[in-house]
């Protein structure tokens, strides 16, 4: 898909996000000097062509008192990987699965999971849960706790894409 630069303009104009009014995408395209239906259109031609790949939340989880976050990563088999990740995903104590590709070496793992708590012991006990459930505790893994919140944020797109937040 080539862009034009009105499809450059709407990409920028989603850098911070969808305004959090009760028509965001009306918003949106006025901001670029479009109106919602032609600003929808647009949205769906950029996800088909794979250029915008998904919408998602950004949640602010220590404002809610999510102060124990663990991202969990094993070594699964190829052949598990998909049944796993998909069994994970549907999990109500994880908040984020997703496959990646070994970094080998170095690092082996390619099933990764995101758990947010409001506390250490809460995470550790449902990451025991979770091995229990699913067989995970038969594959090499790690518990990663974070110690440092970075700036969240969707991806850039045009000038400055590449700057730091």
């Known amino acids: 898909m080539e862009l034009d630069a009105t499809d450059l303009a709407l990409l920028a104009a989603l850098r911070d996000g969808l305004p959090l009014v009760p028509e965001p995408y009306r918003v949106l395209g006025e901001s670029v000097g479009l109106g919602e ?3 929808l259109a647009r949205l769906k031609a950029l996800q088909d062509a794979q ?3 998904r919408f998602g939340v950004v949640v602010r989880h220590h404002e809610l008192g999510y102060e ?3 991202m969990a990563v094993w070594d699964v088999p ?3 990987i998909d049944r796993l990740g998909e069994n994970l995903a549907k999990d109500k104590a994880v908040t984020l699965c997703y496959r990646r590709r070994r970094a080998l070496p ?3 793992y390619n099933l990764f999971c995101m758990i947010h708590g409001k506390s250490a012991d809460w995470v550790k006990g449902e990451l025991a849960r979770l091995a229990e459930q699913h067989g995970l505790a ?3 893994g790690a518990v990663l706790f974070s110690t440092k919140r970075y700036k969240q944020r969707g991806a850039w797109v045009g ?3 590449t700057e730091a937040a």
């Open 51 to 53: 250029v915008v790949k």
């Open 68 to 70: 124990a976050n663990a």
């Open 78 to 80: 190829d052949a598990a």
């Open 106 to 108: 170095d690092w082996p």
């Open 159 to 161: 000038r400055g894409a």
């Open 138 to 140: 038969a594959y090499p």
């Open 37 to 39: 239906a032609e600003t």
